[in-house]
């Protein structure tokens, strides 16, 4: 981890200017205050890094990739399917959000009254302050049972697809990335009802950023672009939306950052299971890492806590990738606008 | 100030207990230390003697009994004039045993006794001697279901087996047929539920699918689910929740949670047996007590497979761990006086009203009592 190595500076901070003699000591304190508040956040990090490491050094040591005997539990099958899961989950959960967020988003900076505009975005910011288990009992209770229709059409109606020869890998007959194939069973509590659950929960965070993004344009862009006879339309598709294109990146790495680390709705609502399954209508077949060790964890001691907490590891790891990726996206589309 | 003050309200209160007791008893004076643990009445005294803190911790299944039987010790210590604080961490049996081995709690609950291994190593915290386990209630597990228009439904063990192992997949299979000729079993699949998160509940109904049905069921006794997919849910209410869910369903669940769904009546010999708590409790009245134990450490081996009359065998015993012997003085006749009371008849009844266990039979509750006074203390 790259964060230990700021481990050394911290109980040792530089100094910030020393030219005027005659500062004041609020300066000072103050300078020092935020510098430490700063280095707060690399220490933290640093020690949740440690916790993590020397806490699943003993599954490692255990795991059958170390010892190399086959009676050994596996670290790479038992963390496999739960990154799958998680990933699977996130990015229909994002694949849901992102264009209802951007609608919503649009909405509220160029369509909707002023009046209007701020009451939306004032529940728009409410709904990510309701707490995730919340969204658990509302989405294992009153959603799964409301689902079951659509998702029995959509297996009737789609399940089959696409089942191109030659277009899509097939499996055992199967075509592995049929959706919604597969066998759906009552009560559905499968992975796409914890990822429509997850799209909920990332709504307002994506919402809130892309649209304070939008509401940047700048004005005289928008004004050129309808004096020269565009439509509104035309005016968000060729000014907004490039402008807005990088704001909104980096929101959805905001909500995919909660969507990866999301635990009790999806503990609340998913049937687990630890398989590479596509079929996201099937229950039993999916789980991610945080459910996966919140529900394991209360009856968990030993080199299985070690085991839970070296899967914790991951996906400290897998956020800490993806806020890069994120970073580096951003970096590269400003650039160019 | 505060300890003075304390002092002063503790004597006055174990004149006036002493005072009680003799009335109430005819016996079992206050002043006596270490008395107190005696079959019934676990009110005989020594209760405003007991301060200082009494942590324990382990099964998670434990928890809704612990906290009614704490707070209500608590208070009857209290009212007493003790100063004595009781609490239960429900870190898990496997975490709670090894709080208790490292000799962070001095308790711990556990739906499964200590092994050999273990109580080798318990003698490094139990001053010298070994600890010993206790049951602590007995806990009946319902076979539960949701299908419409099926109010009862009598299962074999073979095939509550059949139907958990994938193999009967439809409910107007000729096996559950047979075995309810009157119901009207619908063309339907059956949905078998289980446990997503790791569970006691999980290994004694799977340790009685092996014992009672081997053929059926091949996958042994165990904690984790073996079976990849299928339907499950997290805790208890999780499991509840996703069979009340669909239809066609069946799962397994502590009998007192089961709500308005269905119970299935178990086959034992030629008849079926539905749950009841005194069913539940006779299942550990027939089994034998494990071997190669001491003859304190109450620890039984389940005979799931009993043709006995009136026996439900698909039950929990959840175990009381505590030490043969206990160094400090006042933590061990704090101990003493807790697991007497949580064992004593007011105690099962506690317990069985805020947790919905079967009570231990008055036979074991004398037996656990015994054991408990033979604990050492000081």
């Given at each position: 981890m790259s964060t230990t190595d700021v481990m050394p500076e911290t109980p040792e901070t530089p100094p910030?200017?020393?030219?005027?003699?005659?500062?004041?000591v609020g300066d000072a304190v103050f300078s020092y205050l935020s510098i430490g508040s700063g280095l707060l956040i690399f220490v933290t990090l640093a020690l949740v890094a440690i916790f993590l490491t020397t806490e699943s050094l003993p599954a490692v040591r255990e795991s059958r990739e170390f010892i190399g005997e086959s009676s050994a539990f596996s670290l790479l099958e038992t963390t496999l399917p739960l990154i799958f899961g998680t990933v699977l989950a996130a990015a229909i959960a994002l694949g849901i959000a992102i264009p209802v967020s951007i609608g919503i988003a649009l909405f509220i900076s160029h369509y909707a009254p002023r009046r209007m505009a701020s009451g939306l975005g004032y529940m728009i910011d409410l709904l990510a302050a309701v707490p995730s288990v919340v969204y658990g009992l509302w989405g294992g209770i009153w959603l799964v049972p409301k689902l079951e229709p659509l998702y029995i059409f959509l297996n009737s109606t789609l399940g089959t697809w696409p089942s191109w020869p030659g277009f899509v890998p097939l499996v055992g007959g199967q075509?592995?990335?049929?959706?919604?194939a597969g066998d759906p069973t009552a009560p559905m509590r499968n992975l796409a009802s914890a990822a429509i659950v997850l799209a909920v929960m990332v709504l307002p965070i994506i919402t809130a950023v892309a649209r304070e993004v939008f509401l940047q344009t700048p004005r005289l862009q928008e004004e050129a672009a309808l004096a020269l006879g565009a439509t509104r339309w035309e005016t968000i598709r060729t000014v907004v939306l490039p402008f807005g294109k990088s704001g909104v990146v980096a929101a959805s790495m905001l909500g995919l950052g909660r969507a990866l680390g999301e635990t009790m709705a999806v503990l609340m609502i998913l049937a687990p299971g630890a398989t590479f399954s596509f079929h996201i209508l099937e229950v039993g077949m999916h789980q991610s890492i945080a459910a996966n060790i919140a529900s394991k964890q209360a009856e968990a001691s030993g080199t299985e806590m070690s085991l839970l907490i070296f899967t914790g590891l991951v996906l400290f790891v897998l956020t800490f990738i993806i806020n890069a990726l994120a970073r580096w996206i951003v970096a590269r589309s400003g650039v160019k606008s | 100030m505060n300890v003075r003050k304390n002092k002063l309200v503790s004597l006055a209160a174990l004149g006036l207990v002493g005072g009680l007791a003799l009335t109430a008893c005819g016996g079992g004076s206050a002043a006596e230390e270490g008395n107190g643990s005696d079959g019934g009445g676990a009110a005989g005294g020594g209760y405003a003697e007991l301060t200082g803190n009494l942590a324990g911790a382990g099964a998670s299944s434990a928890q809704n009994a612990q906290t009614a039987w704490t707070e209500s010790f608590m208070g009857l210590v209290g009212a007493e004039g003790g100063d004595l604080s009781v609490t239960y961490d429900p870190t898990g049996s496997g975490t709670g045993r090894e709080q208790f081995l490292s000799g962070q709690v001095q308790f711990a609950g556990s739906d499964a006794a200590l092994d050999e291994e273990e109580l080798a190593g318990s003698t490094e915290v139990c001053n010298g001697e070994q600890a010993i386990d206790l049951p602590l209630y007995i806990s009946p597990i319902a076979v539960v279901f949701n299908l419409e228009g099926v109010d009862s439904l009598n299962l074999p063990a073979d095939v509550i087996g059949g139907i958990f192992a994938g193999d009967i997949t439809k409910w107007n299979d000729p096996k559950i047929a047979e075995a309810n000729p009157d119901a009207d079993l619908p063309d339907l699949d059956v949905v078998p539920v289980h446990r997503s998160d790791d569970s006691g509940t999980t290994e004694n109904f799977t340790d009685y699918l092996s014992k009672s049905a081997p053929d059926a069921w091949t996958h042994g006794p165990i904690e984790t689910w073996p079976i990849e997919g299928g339907q499950s849910g997290d805790g208890t209410s999780g499991l509840i929740s996703t069979v009340e869910g669909g239809n066609g369903t069946i799962g397994y669940a502590d009998a007192s949670q089961a709500g308005n769904l269905g119970i299935a009546a178990i086959q034992v010999g030629e008849e079926f047996v539905e749950y009841s708590a005194d069913a539940a409790a006779k299942a550990v009245d027939v089994s034998p007590r494990a071997e190669g134990r001491e003859e304190n450490d109450i620890v039984f081996d389940l005979d799931r497979t009993t043709t006995e009359s009136g026996v439900y065998p698909i039950v929990l015993v959840s175990y009381l761990v505590v030490c043969g012997s206990y160094a400090d003085a006042a933590q061990g006749e704090a101990v003493k006086e807790y697991a007497s009371y949580i064992t004593s008849p007011e105690g099962q009844q506690t317990a069985a009203d805020n947790a919905g266990s079967a009570p231990l039979t008055e036979e074991l509750s004398t037996e656990v009592h015994e054991a408990i006074d033979g604990i050492t203390v000081g």
């Amino acid at each position: 981890m790259s964060t230990t190595d700021v481990m050394p500076e911290t109980p040792e901070t530089p100094p910030p200017s020393m030219s005027s003699s005659r500062r004041r000591v609020g300066d000072a304190v103050f300078s020092y205050l935020s510098i430490g508040s700063g280095l707060l956040i690399f220490v933290t990090l640093a020690l949740v890094a440690i916790f993590l490491t020397t806490e699943s050094l003993p599954a490692v040591r255990e795991s059958r990739e170390f010892i190399g005997e086959s009676s050994a539990f596996s670290l790479l099958e038992t963390t496999l399917p739960l990154i799958f899961g998680t990933v699977l989950a996130a990015a229909i959960a994002l694949g849901i959000a992102i264009p209802v967020s951007i609608g919503i988003a649009l909405f509220i900076s160029h369509y909707a009254p002023r009046r209007m505009a701020s009451g939306l975005g004032y529940m728009i910011d409410l709904l990510a302050a309701v707490p995730s288990v919340v969204y658990g009992l509302w989405g294992g209770i009153w959603l799964v049972p409301k689902l079951e229709p659509l998702y029995i059409f959509l297996n009737s109606t789609l399940g089959t697809w696409p089942s191109w020869p030659g277009f899509v890998p097939l499996v055992g007959g199967q075509p592995v990335v049929a959706l919604f194939a597969g066998d759906p069973t009552a009560p559905m509590r499968n992975l796409a009802s914890a990822a429509i659950v997850l799209a909920v929960m990332v709504l307002p965070i994506i919402t809130a950023v892309a649209r304070e993004v939008f509401l940047q344009t700048p004005r005289l862009q928008e004004e050129a672009a309808l004096a020269l006879g565009a439509t509104r339309w035309e005016t968000i598709r060729t000014v907004v939306l490039p402008f807005g294109k990088s704001g909104v990146v980096a929101a959805s790495m905001l909500g995919l950052g909660r969507a990866l680390g999301e635990t009790m709705a999806v503990l609340m609502i998913l049937a687990p299971g630890a398989t590479f399954s596509f079929h996201i209508l099937e229950v039993g077949m999916h789980q991610s890492i945080a459910a996966n060790i919140a529900s394991k964890q209360a009856e968990a001691s030993g080199t299985e806590m070690s085991l839970l907490i070296f899967t914790g590891l991951v996906l400290f790891v897998l956020t800490f990738i993806i806020n890069a990726l994120a970073r580096w996206i951003v970096a590269r589309s400003g650039v160019k606008s | 100030m505060n300890v003075r003050k304390n002092k002063l309200v503790s004597l006055a209160a174990l004149g006036l207990v002493g005072g009680l007791a003799l009335t109430a008893c005819g016996g079992g004076s206050a002043a006596e230390e270490g008395n107190g643990s005696d079959g019934g009445g676990a009110a005989g005294g020594g209760y405003a003697e007991l301060t200082g803190n009494l942590a324990g911790a382990g099964a998670s299944s434990a928890q809704n009994a612990q906290t009614a039987w704490t707070e209500s010790f608590m208070g009857l210590v209290g009212a007493e004039g003790g100063d004595l604080s009781v609490t239960y961490d429900p870190t898990g049996s496997g975490t709670g045993r090894e709080q208790f081995l490292s000799g962070q709690v001095q308790f711990a609950g556990s739906d499964a006794a200590l092994d050999e291994e273990e109580l080798a190593g318990s003698t490094e915290v139990c001053n010298g001697e070994q600890a010993i386990d206790l049951p602590l209630y007995i806990s009946p597990i319902a076979v539960v279901f949701n299908l419409e228009g099926v109010d009862s439904l009598n299962l074999p063990a073979d095939v509550i087996g059949g139907i958990f192992a994938g193999d009967i997949t439809k409910w107007n299979d000729p096996k559950i047929a047979e075995a309810n000729p009157d119901a009207d079993l619908p063309d339907l699949d059956v949905v078998p539920v289980h446990r997503s998160d790791d569970s006691g509940t999980t290994e004694n109904f799977t340790d009685y699918l092996s014992k009672s049905a081997p053929d059926a069921w091949t996958h042994g006794p165990i904690e984790t689910w073996p079976i990849e997919g299928g339907q499950s849910g997290d805790g208890t209410s999780g499991l509840i929740s996703t069979v009340e869910g669909g239809n066609g369903t069946i799962g397994y669940a502590d009998a007192s949670q089961a709500g308005n769904l269905g119970i299935a009546a178990i086959q034992v010999g030629e008849e079926f047996v539905e749950y009841s708590a005194d069913a539940a409790a006779k299942a550990v009245d027939v089994s034998p007590r494990a071997e190669g134990r001491e003859e304190n450490d109450i620890v039984f081996d389940l005979d799931r497979t009993t043709t006995e009359s009136g026996v439900y065998p698909i039950v929990l015993v959840s175990y009381l761990v505590v030490c043969g012997s206990y160094a400090d003085a006042a933590q061990g006749e704090a101990v003493k006086e807790y697991a007497s009371y949580i064992t004593s008849p007011e105690g099962q009844q506690t317990a069985a009203d805020n947790a919905g266990s079967a009570p231990l039979t008055e036979e074991l509750s004398t037996e656990v009592h015994e054991a408990i006074d033979g604990i050492t203390v000081g």
